[in-house]
């Protein structure tokens, strides 16, 4: 039985006890039986709050030891929470370090491309400027040796002119 419970059940003993002590005087024969029941409701009761008492304390034992669970619980969970602030703290400085390693190796990349169009462009000129020496050296070859073909020929041929026939 609750406290409140209990407080309503006291009002109505003290009501009854007010009751029977103006009634004493007309009801002398039926009050020592009323007071005996009066008497075992009260060590009932008496009992009851005994009881009462007891799951209370049980109850107190039991939120207690919850108490310190959660405590013991917040104390992890704050153990985890500066684990992971630490964990965030990493990734952010490891984002931030790949981040700087990206846009460097971007930087290289960059250049190297540049150096590779540079070298590229400077292949291609001296391949343009050999072709069109080639292409001298070979117009000039074909123009001597149109040249020495004619000598040759005439030559040849004067050889044919000044050569007795048989």
């Given at each position: 039985m609750s406290l409140a419970e209990f407080i309503p059940l006291l009002a109505?003993?003290?009501t009854n006890l007010l009751a029977v002590a103006g009634i004493v005087y007309y009801m002398a024969s039926t009050l020592g039986k009323r007071?005996?029941?009066l008497d075992k409701r009260i060590d009932g009761l008496d009992k009851r709050i005994d009881g009462l008492d007891k799951r209370i304390d049980a109850l107190d034992k039991r939120i207690d030891a919850l108490d310190k669970r959660i405590d013991a619980l917040d104390k992890r969970i704050d153990a985890l929470d500066k684990r992971i602030d630490a964990l965030d703290r990493r990734?952010?400085?490891m984002n931030a370090n790949i981040n700087a390693r990206f846009n460097d190796m971007n930087g290289r990349f960059s250049d190297m491309n540049a150096r590779f169009d540079d070298l590229s462009h400077q292949l291609d000129t001296r391949f343009n400027?050999?072709?069109i020496r080639i292409d001298d050296l070979r117009s000039q070859m074909n123009r001597e040796h149109d040249a020495l073909s004619q000598k040759v020929d005439a030559h040849i041929n004067d050889q044919?002119?000044?050569?007795?026939?048989?």
């Open positions: 109505l003993v003290v007071i005996d029941g990734m952010d400085d400027d050999m072709n044919q002119i000044h050569q007795p026939r048989v």
